[in-house]
């Protein structure tokens, strides 16, 4: 096959556009971080970038799309390094199916491995070592983002290979899966995986000093805001991508992503205004983000109107439990849980309903609803085990947390040694305390009264 100047011309783009994401996720988590802690927040993504941008390159690729092991994970070392990736015998790149170099698709897998690990810091927020919080992100990606991309993408036991679960469960056509699991561009592989760590790690680590007691709004929601687009215009990529060229499923994948997006955004304020009696700008950035990763599994492969009431669903769920840490006492900073694992569950299982051409509502039966629920469920239970055996090693060696004085005063300058504000000037006597926002945010605000 001849190099496909096109194809590889998208795929190039949508990686940078991930790559775009996790400094974008690092502004919509700093902006709902109180402003003593936000650089920290920002460097925990940061900081995910760094750690997995390195060990993907080393063992990463090989580990999700080398020679399978037991269906779990890749040989590290068939690849490692990227060995024989790159160049053919000849000395010619080596190219995909669709024509496009096998390290273009390193590019852009490796950004999604990067999201992943940094989507979980936001359940860690103002409490947790930087230290610990980088081992742990190195540790997990070994252990758990590497195995589900090799066991949903690269041909292990939750994708649709003759060995796979769905082939056990309803048999085998031409050497696959009779009922292939979808998972488009990540529902199991980062949301659930992420969403499950995220709460395995919040109950490990506990609950932040004045949980339920006092105040803890997000201190800019500007940033939120701001963070929140830049993570819609970088899923572009990341949902159009995963089509792998430039073609209709590309076209579709925007379009729905697009349209469960401002549908998820229209459940969530619809829930807040009979909810809180407020729409507000933190529920709309929330609803967009609930939105994009809810269509994330299913982009390819529903139509805009059911991506319409895919979203819409979505929305209002994830809205609904964001309020659950409170009811049930585990401290996720800044829901993590309620959004992506939330989000990412109904997603995957919707497709079972929603999916033009295997869905329940469009006379498929119920084959693809039972397989997507397996999918979901081993997913939640593979990253639950791998995450509390990682969670409760590190918390018996080098500890997850900081003292109480340096939570009291503050990660940013205990830890960093810097502020992300000078101390503003004193107004008529009163300085004014930037860890509230003039708005009322929503579910941040009852945070207090929880």
């Known amino acids: 096959m001849d190099l496909n100047f096109g ?5 190039l783009t949508s990686a940078s556009l991930v790559l775009l994401m996790t400094p974008g996720l690092a502004l919509f988590y700093g902006g709902m971080s109180r402003a003593k802690s936000v650089l920290n927040m920002m460097m925990m993504s940061f900081g995910a970038l760094g750690v997995v ?3 993907y390159v080393l063992w990463g690729w090989s580990m999700s799309y ?3 092991v037991g269906g779990l994970f890749g040989n590290p070392f068939d ?3 990227l060995a024989g990736t790159i160049y053919d015998d000849a000395g010619e790149f080596v190219l995909d199916g669709w024509g496009v170099p096998g390290i273009v698709g390193v590019a852009f897998q490796a950004t999604f491995a990067i999201i992943t690990v940094a989507l979980i810091s936001g359940a860690l927020a103002d409490r947790v070592k930087f230290g610990t919080w980088l081992v742990f992100a190195g540790a997990w990606a070994t252990a758990a983002y590497f195995p589900m991309a090799h066991m949903v993408w690269g041909g292990g036991l939750l994708s649709g290979s003759e060995d796979g679960l769905a082939a056990m469960m309803f048999g085998t056509t031409d050497g696959a899966a009779t009922v292939a699991p979808i998972d488009f561009a990540g529902g199991t592989v980062v949301h659930i995986n992420a969403g499950v760590a995220a709460l395995v790690l919040a109950l490990i680590v506990g609950k932040r000093k004045g949980f339920g007691k006092e105040p803890m709004r997000p201190h800019n929601l500007t940033l939120v805001m701001l963070g929140a687009a ?11 991508g995963s089509a792998f060229t430039a073609d209709g499923f590309a076209g579709l994948a925007w379009v729905n992503t697009t ?9 969530w304020l619809l829930v807040e205004k009979i909810r809180d009696g407020h729409a507000t700008s933190l529920g709309a950035a929330s609803g967009i983000v609930a939105g994009l990763v809810a269509i994330t599994p299913a982009a390819g492969t529903v139509s805009p109107v059911g991506s319409i009431f895919l979203g819409a669903i979505a929305g209002a769920l994830c809205a609904l439990a964001v309020g659950l ?3 049930l006492g585990y401290d996720d900073s800044l829901d993590v849980v309620g959004v992506h694992l939330v989000g990412g569950l109904t997603g995957t299982v919707l497709i079972g309903f929603f999916s033009t051409s295997t869905g329940l509502f469009y006379g498929g039966g119920a084959r693809q609803l039972v397989v997507q ?9 593979v990253s639950g085990v791998v995450t509390l055996v990682l969670g409760l090693i590190l918390k018996a060696t080098m500890g997850w947390r900081v003292t109480e004085d340096v939570e009291v005063a503050g990660i940013d300058i205990s830890v960093h040694g810097e502020t992300a504000y000078e101390a503003l000037p004193a107004t008529r006597g009163r300085a004014i305390d930037t860890s509230v926002p003039s708005t009322a945010a929503g579910r941040a605000s009852t945070e207090v009264n929880a």
């Open 53 to 55: 941008g390195v060990i």
């Open 259 to 267: 349209t469960a997006t401002c549908a998820a955004m229209l459940g």
């Open 66 to 68: 080398g020679s399978d």
């Open 7 to 11: 194809a590889t011309a998208w795929m």
């Open 230 to 240: 830049l993570l819609w215009f970088g899923w572009f990529g990341f949902n159009g």
């Open 373 to 381: 629920a397996v999918i979901a469920l081993v997913a939640v239970l």
């Open 325 to 327: 840490k409170y009811k």
């Open 79 to 81: 690849q490692f390094g």
